[in-house]
């Protein structure tokens, strides 16, 4: 069974940092892409951040210099490392993969940045 499993999200003050995981397992096939989308509180969910298989990276403009994108491929893991938050970083973080043309979702972490 595919599935994305996130972790890492918390509480923390305006200014600091928080590093998210998303664990991928089951994938038999290449993950073309995997990305991390936010929703914060009464808005849709946005893109944050896409790690394409080749390397490449896409951010969000609110987020540039401030937030990395990493994959671990032994671990099939990918990362977000998040630095310099702001309240406006508050969200449901969401993992998301595209493998074979399929897209999956982990089921996301909460992020509070307190001012």
């Known amino acids: 069974q595919r599935q994305l499993v996130e972790s890492g999200g918390g509480l923390v003050q305006a200014g600091g940092s928080l590093r998210l995981s998303c664990a991928a397992s089951?994938?038999?096939?290449?993950?073309?892409?995997m990305a991390w989308y936010r929703q914060a509180p009464g808005k849709q969910r946005n893109l944050v951040a896409v790690?394409?298989?080749?390397?490449?990276?896409n951010y969000a403009p609110s987020v540039k210099g401030r937030f990395a994108i990493s994959r671990d491929n032994a671990k099939n893991t990918v990362y977000l490392q998040m630095n310099g938050l702001k309240p406006e970083d508050t969200g449901h973080y969401t993992c998301?993969?595209?493998?074979?043309?399929?897209?999956?979702w982990g089921k996301g972490t909460l992020v509070t940045v307190s001012s």
């Open positions: 790690m394409y298989i080749g390397g490449s990276t």
């Open positions: 089951g994938f038999a096939r290449e993950i073309h892409a």
């Open positions: 998301y993969a595209n493998s074979d043309g399929l897209e999956y």
